[in-house]
């Protein structure tokens, strides 16, 4: 049976020995399990400078930010805040680093955990989080995504996305399919497909394809085969074979044997919800969190929005590319600081989980303004806490949780997997290509496309 594999984060000891270079000072501070690391004052004053303060433009989030930092050192006094407005930016990063400017906090991509990790840009957070009273409050899935092979963690993820099957309850019932058994392999997702456009002349599949979404979409159906995009270093691509082919020749056989992907070939993830709101897209491949577009935006009725788990390709175990947020926290944090770092991102991104009045609160808010409450996710806290969250706002819960039944049930036996580590962006944009010409090109040979595309995404990789 094959297995799509984890890519583990490079030991960071391995990097100081034989990349110093790269990142100076910040490969030194970054700290490491397998040293031994200084006990921290947890009395001791200490300030931290936390990124991604909403600009004046955005006055209400602003003021809703700085609320939370002054009851944030309210609460902890000895812990100052300064909040600035740097956020994620790989152009300026390297300067930020070099010139020890960074934010001691900061959010980031998951797409980035393993290379920033892996030169040492990040502090290792290990001790901090069990300190700070955090462990046992995590996700284990999404926490294994941020640590090396040495059990050393370099993140905190705050918000995940697993990518799944998005389906339209209705058109199943129209089609003659049961709503509630929505398909589990891509064998079954095809013949759905074709029973959708034969019965209601929807198209029964669509997927992005543009503005690197559909390299996404690439990612995630090779994956769910069982392979991968690049080898554990980021060093080369690995993507020219069995289980790509098997996924692009399983949708040019729905496009052009079966004629049940519809007649456009150029969705982006706004064009393809919109479509698929107003009933004229069967599946398609994406987040939970399209719940909100497609229901409080597009006004697609709640009922007919569906949710199930990634497709499984033959031969492979169930797998999905799953993506979201983390924090991380400078390299040249001192042991204090990394604790207050930690506290601070238990405050203000997933004390909402775990505080029965806070999460009442807000759940009561976002309902009587119309917001979804609450569309079911990969927690970024563990299951026992995201119940017992659903539990304290169940009364505000507008969101037809049945609806997701399959794809929250597939947690435990499915496997989470990171984007690739290295330049994901733009490997994706090379996909892209792949996914068009497959689409778009009637008879082209997907063994010749994949080798053109090995050979683009192994030159951006060796930049």
């Avoid at 984060?9 to 110093?20: C, D, R, S």
């Avoid at 300190?131 to 040495?150: I, R, T, W």
């Amino acid at each position: 049976m094959r297995t799509a594999s984890k890519r583990s984060l490079v030991p960071l000891a391995a990097v100081l020995v034989l990349g110093m270079g790269v990142t100076g000072c910040a490969g030194g501070a970054a700290g490491s399990p397998g040293g031994a690391e200084p006990t921290p004052d947890l009395d001791a004053d200490v300030t931290i400078t936390v990124g991604d303060l909403p600009p004046t433009s955005e006055a209400e989030k602003r003021a809703f930010y700085e609320s939370q930092v002054e009851a944030f050192m309210a609460e902890n006094p000895h812990i100052t805040v300064e909040a600035v407005e740097d956020t994620w930016n790989p152009q300026t990063f390297q300067a930020q680093l070099a010139a020890d400017s960074l934010p001691t906090v900061l959010s980031v991509a998951f797409t980035e955990a393993n290379a920033l990790a892996g030169r040492g840009q990040v502090a290792e957070l290990g001790q901090a989080i069990e300190l700070a009273g955090l462990g046992a409050q995590l996700n284990p899935d999404l926490l294994d995504l941020v640590s090396d092979d040495e059990g050393g963690i370099f993140a905190v993820p705050t918000s995940a996305q697993a990518l799944g099957l998005v389906y339209n309850r209705d058109l199943f019932a129209q089609a003659g399919l049961d709503p509630d058994a929505p398909p589990q392999t891509w064998d079954e997702l095809r013949d759905a497909a074709k029973q959708i456009t034969a019965k209601t002349g929807a198209a029964g599949f669509a997927t992005m394809t543009t503005e690197n979404q559909g390299g996404w979409m690439v990612a995630a159906g090779i994956y769910s085969y069982g392979g991968t995009v690049e080898d554990a270093k980021g060093a080369e691509a690995t993507f020219n074979d069995e289980p790509a082919t098997e996924y692009l020749e399983l949708l040019q056989r729905m496009r052009w044997d079966d004629g049940s992907m519809g007649s456009n070939f150029l969705y982006n993830a706004g064009a393809l919800v919109q479509d698929f709101s107003a009933g004229k897209v069967g599946m398609f491949i994406g987040f939970s969190g399209l719940y909100r577009p497609a229901v409080i935006r597009n006004q697609m009725p709640a009922e007919n929005f569906g949710m199930a788990p990634m497709p499984v390709g033959a031969g492979a175990e169930p797998a999905s590319l799953t993506g979201g947020t983390i924090q991380v926290v400078s390299p040249s944090a001192s042991p204090e600081e990394r604790v207050a770092a930690v506290k601070w991102i238990d405050y203000f991104h997933l004390k909402k989980f775990t505080d029965e009045e806070l999460a009442v609160e807000q759940a009561e808010s976002a309902a009587a303004s119309g917001q979804a409450v609450t569309v079911p996710e990969r927690p970024a806290i563990s299951q026992d806490a995201y119940d017992q969250y659903f539990e304290w706002i169940q009364l505000y819960v507008n969101v037809p949780l049945d609806n997701f039944g399959s794809y929250t049930a597939a947690f435990e036996k499915q496997r989470l997997l990171p984007e690739p580590a290295v330049k994901a962006q733009e490997v994706y944009a090379e996909l892209d290509v792949v996914l068009q010409k497959v689409l778009t090109e009637q008879g082209s040979d997907v063994g010749e496309v994949l080798t053109e595309a090995e050979t683009a995404v192994n030159r951006l990789l060796s930049r």
